[in-house]
């Protein structure tokens, strides 16, 4: 006997829940559960969706064959972001074969040379920095993972040719992931046709440092060598649209996580000075032998590293992993049927109390979660985040360098530092303000 699933209160007669959803997803979203608990389902213009809350929820959910719960089926808001023909625009075989590619980029001897790269770019981004003053996180960290996931991505020289426009195509793709996109990712509408065009200009310029680097000969140590060394198991290479959207997907998979997380941290930090004492000399210790940051030392940083978990635990940066069901579903004696989207959202998990005591308390040495499936800011299965290994690298190396030259305080109150959500991904409100100071080291402030 099959058990009725909880429905969300609130529904409008045409459209369901699916304007509320897309101007307050997240708000929508715990309200959901307090409204249902574990599992419960609301309509998205009609799209039935299932929500589901807890870790043996997860673990079905994210241990699901794709022939069950289909990702591809649900993301086809990625689609045009990242080009026909690539991830779940591919045929699964396909897909697999992608993903080697993208994993071959992550291993060990590449993410030491990114580990210098991004120490390089942080420098930079400092050198004109005074004694004192202001800064916005959010802008700022946006804008420098946007330039160290390029130089690692696209190498050296794409990174010195990097303008303006380049960050603004790429705002473009990431305001094209609209709430809406999830029921309809291919509106006619203005923020969708500027999506597109943004994806046509970048497969120009991505394309024309391809035909460079071919025609001077060169092999460059970075993410771009990679698709263009690669080939299918039929010997096929990568396509200059293929190369373009790996590129689009490697830097989704990154960039949004790096960039949030990285401003989360340091206003948490500033939030939570009683640390301070202990996290500079943490970080100090890092460039005691040499000015240079290294992968190995970058591993042995307990208390940024407690501050960046509890960073991702309070503040994960996607909120709604998505399936779609492809045959009706049974999970503890509900069905869910063909057609219908299933959900997760690890900013409600990551909130729940028998798991995490004082759950909205700030805490960078709570004890990592022991039961599974419970704290999943990178998703879980065999689709979690492949990026999230580069973007936790770039968020050390980024904090070790600011940390190591200035210490930051909160600019305004501290609650007036709110999250929000307006595209698929949570961020910091903006203006996002702190304060910095250069540090003198040898009394430690």
Same mark, same amino acid.
């Given at each position: 006997? &099959? ?10 007669? &045409? ?5 509320? !959803? ?17 599992? $419960? ?26 022939? #069950?719960? %289909?990702?591809? #089926? ?38 030491? &040379? ?5 120490? #390089?770019?942080? /420098? ?10 202001? !800064? ?8 420098? +993972? ?17 303008? @303006? ?10 305001? $094209? ?16 046709? /500027? ?19 071919? #025609?001077?000969?060169?092999?460059? *140590? ?18 200059? *649209? ?11 998979? $990154? ?5 949030? +997380?990285? /401003? ?12 301070? /004492?202990?996290?500079? @000399? ?7 032998? %040499? ?15 407690? !501050? ?10 996607? &909120? ?6 492809? %045959?009706?579903? *049974? ?17 409600? %998990? *990551? ?19 022991? +039961? ?8 879980? $299965? ?64």
């Amino acid at each position: 006997m &099959n058990t009725e699933i909880p429905v969300a209160s609130g529904a409008q007669a &045409n459209t369901g829940h699916l304007d509320e !959803f897309n101007t307050t997803p997240l708000a929508f979203l715990h309200r959901v559960y307090r409204e249902c608990g574990e599992i $419960g389902q609301f309509d998205l213009g009609g799209l039935r969706t299932v929500l589901l809350v807890g870790p043996q929820a997860h673990e079905a959910f994210f241990r699901a064959a794709d022939e #069950q719960l %289909s990702a591809a #089926q649900a993301y086809q808001m990625m689609v045009p972001v990242f080009g026909e023909g690539i991830q779940y625009g591919a045929p699964p075989e396909i897909e697999r074969q992608q993903l080697k590619m993208q994993v071959q980029g992550l291993k060990h001897e590449r993410m030491v &040379n990114y580990a210098a790269v991004i120490e #390089q770019e942080t /420098a930079q981004f400092l050198q004109d920095w005074p004694d004192e003053g202001e !800064f916005d996180i959010y802008d700022a960290f946006t804008r420098l +993972t946007l330039k160290t996931s390029t130089h690692c991505l696209l190498g050296s020289e794409f990174r010195r040719q990097l303008t @303006a426009e380049f960050a603004e195509l790429y705002h473009a793709l990431e305001d $094209g992931l609209a709430p809406s996109s999830i029921s309809d990712p291919f509106q006619d509408a203005e923020r969708f046709r /500027a999506r597109d065009r943004a994806r046509e200009r970048l497969e120009t310029l991505i394309s024309e440092r391809v035909r460079q680097r071919r #025609q001077a000969g060169v092999w460059e *140590h970075d993410m771009l060598q990679v698709y263009m060394d690669s080939t299918y198991s039929d010997g096929r290479k990568l396509s200059d *649209h293929e190369i373009t959207g790996m590129v689009i997907w490697f830097m989704f998979a $990154g960039h949004h996580t790096s960039s949030n +997380t990285t /401003a989360w941290t340091l206003l948490e930090i500033a939030r939570n000075p009683e640390y301070e /004492a202990r996290l500079y @000399a943490e970080i100090d210790a890092l460039f005691d032998d %040499s000015e240079a940051l290294t992968l190995k030392g970058l591993r042995d940083i307990p208390l940024l590293d407690g !501050f960046i978990r509890e960073a991702l635990r309070m503040h994960p940066p996607l &909120n709604a992993i998505t399936r779609r069901v492809m %045959s009706d579903w *049974h999970y503890q004696g509900y069905t869910v049927p063909a057609g219908s989207n299933v959900m997760v959202c690890p900013h409600i %998990s *990551h909130k729940l109390p028998e798991y995490f005591p004082s759950p909205d308390e700030f805490n960078p040495e709570r004890p990592v979660a022991q +039961t599974p499936f419970v704290e999943i800011p990178f998703g879980g $299965g065999r689709h979690k985040c492949i990026g999230n290994g580069f973007a936790i690298l770039q968020v050390k190396a980024i904090l070790s360098t600011l940390l190591h030259r200035y210490r930051f305080d909160l600019a305004a109150p501290a609650d007036s530092y709110r999250e929000i959500m307006p595209a698929l991904i949570l961020r910091p409100s903006d203006p996002c303000i702190l304060s910095y100071r250069r540090r003198h080291r040898r009394t430690g402030v």
